[in-house]
Nanobody, 121 residues
Framework: QVQLVESGGGLVQAGGSLRLSCAAS????????MAWFRQAPGKEREFVST????????YYGASVKGRFTISRDNAKNTVYLQMNSLKPEDTAVYYC??????????????WGQGTQVTVSS
């Protein structure tokens, strides 16, 4: 069992930056692939980024590639999403996810509760 708790969301102006964190608990958390997804109002949940257990391999969705960076610190059981050059269309609830599979592009075994990111124009 893995529990995930996100933090770091908030309100930011377009062009600004935010860093999301996801703290994982559970004795196997550091061996799991981790990912971020997002869901905007009235839209389907969208893949944002994923990282394998070691942090060596990452994937990004087309809409965030070049602006967002995923990383992890296994000593802290935490995964991060650094979001730069934010746009109003990045506004969404961001969810952390974990699974034994990599790349984790969908249908994860574990979800966090989400953190709201709002980008004003």
């Amino acid at each position: 069992q893995v529990q995930l708790v996100e933090s770091g969301g908030g309100l930011v102006q377009a062009g600004g930056s935010l860093r999301l964190s996801c703290a994982a608990s559970g004795r196997t958390a550091s061996s799991y692939a981790m990912a971020w997804f997002r869901q905007a109002p009235g839209k389907e949940r969208e893949f944002v980024s994923t990282v394998n257990w070691s942090g060596e391999h990452t994937y990004y969705g087309a809409s965030v590639k070049g602006r967002f960076t995923i990383s992890r610190d296994n000593a802290k059981n935490t995964v991060y999403l650094q979001m730069n050059s934010l746009k109003p269309e990045d506004t969404a609830v961001y969810y952390c996810a974990a699974d034994a599979r990599h790349p984790l592009l969908g249908d994860p075994a574990y979800w966090g509760q989400g953190t709201q990111v709002t980008v004003s124009s």
